[in-house]
């Protein structure tokens, strides 16, 4: 038994009455380490992190799987516990065994996404403050979506990459350009419930077919904001998009808006891993700014 588990699994023993009898590391866990946990009647997924805000970082993933379980329009892990011994945070969430994907299941993922998008509140944001990875990312509330992008996703992105010399102080756009040319290209929306982080590496396709959402980052704002994410990093297939934008349009900005949503994950991938990724930052901010 590896050592982040010899205080954990004993704890999961007592509080699901299930006897675990097997756990192996997976892959999966760039932020955390991540288990394969077998008990005598079921699997599970077990992820661990020592850092001092893991706990809370763990609340917030069960906050996010479950406020996306509520609207019933696409498939989340169901969260068993999320807990901290001997300064070991973990989550234990059901196990998802996956398949790879068919046209089929891109389809449905992407009319699935689309009806979740389609969930709405009053305000942009969320009912807490939650994680961008292992970064903090702020969620409070905005009528104007403009204003949101830019208070509590760009500008807090571009301060912590200049406090930490990823980029130069000229390089941040003025306040006001900014903010006008966001509400120019979003145009008249409603709040979204979104993923918040949709790259390929958080979903999943069940065996049966079902999508899965997993790793969210969750809160609402512009539906977009979600299919410029899942095209950052080679994007999801044609069957996913057709499928999706026959429920929910294109926009008019389409394209514009892809590069400008991109520039969030774009700072937040700086401000984790470094100056691989100033290049593509600085790039958007000299074509638009």
Same mark, same amino acid.
């Given at each position: 038994m590896s050592e982040p588990l010899t205080c954990i699994l004993p704890y999961i023993t007592s509080c699901l009455g299930e006897k675990v009898v097997n756990a192996r590391p997976v892959s999966g866990g760039d932020i955390s380490s991540a288990y394969r946990v077998d008990t005598e009647t079921r699997q599970y997924f077990l992820k661990v992190n020592s850092a001092s805000f893991a706990l809370e970082m763990f609340y917030s993933e069960r906050e996010g799987l479950q406020a996306i379980g509520a609207t019933?329009?696409?498939?989340?892990?169901?969260?068993?516990?999320?807990?901290?011994?001997?300064?070991?945070? *973990?989550?234990? =969430?059901?196990?998802?065994?996956?398949?790879?994907?068919?046209?089929?299941?891109?389809?449905?993922l992407g009319s699935q996404l689309a009806r979740l998008h389609q969930c709405s509140q009053a305000d942009f944001g969320f009912s807490s403050d939650n994680f961008i990875g292992s970064l903090p990312q702020q969620n409070n509330p905005h009528a104007d979506w403009a204003e949101f992008y830019w208070f509590e996703r760009i500008l807090p992105q571009l301060q912590l990459a200049l406090r930490d010399g990823l980029i130069q102080r000229n390089m941040i756009p003025e306040e006001e350009r900014a903010i006008t040319l966001f509400r120019e290209i979003s145009g008249d929306i409603k709040p979204a419930l979104l993923?918040?982080?949709?790259?390929?590496?958080?979903?999943?396709?069940?065996?049966?077919?079902?999508?899965?959402?997993?790793?969210?980052a969750v809160y609402y704002g512009h539906s977009m904001v979600d299919i410029a =994410?899942?095209?950052?990093?080679?994007?999801?297939?044609?069957?996913?998009?057709?499928?999706?934008?026959?429920?929910?349009?294109?926009?008019?900005?389409?394209?514009?808006?892809?590069?400008?949503?991109?520039?969030?994950?774009?700072?937040?991938?700086?401000?984790? *891993?470094?100056?691989?990724?100033?290049?593509?930052?600085?790039?958007?901010?000299?074509? *638009? *700014?």
């Open positions: 019933k329009t696409i498939a989340v892990p169901h969260v068993h516990l999320v807990d901290s011994i001997e300064g070991k945070a *973990f989550l234990l =969430m059901d196990l998802v065994e996956s398949k790879r994907p068919a046209s089929s299941d891109h389809q449905r993923h918040g982080d949709l790259w390929g590496g958080n979903y999943l396709i069940a065996t049966d077919g079902t999508p899965y959402l997993i790793d969210p =994410m899942s095209r950052l990093f080679g994007g999801f297939g044609s069957e996913f998009y057709d499928a999706y934008h026959q429920i929910i349009p294109q926009p008019v900005h389409y394209d514009i808006q892809i590069d400008l949503y991109q520039l969030y994950y774009l700072l937040v991938h700086l401000n984790l *891993f470094g100056s691989g990724y100033y290049s593509s930052v600085s790039s958007i901010l000299k074509r *638009f *700014f």
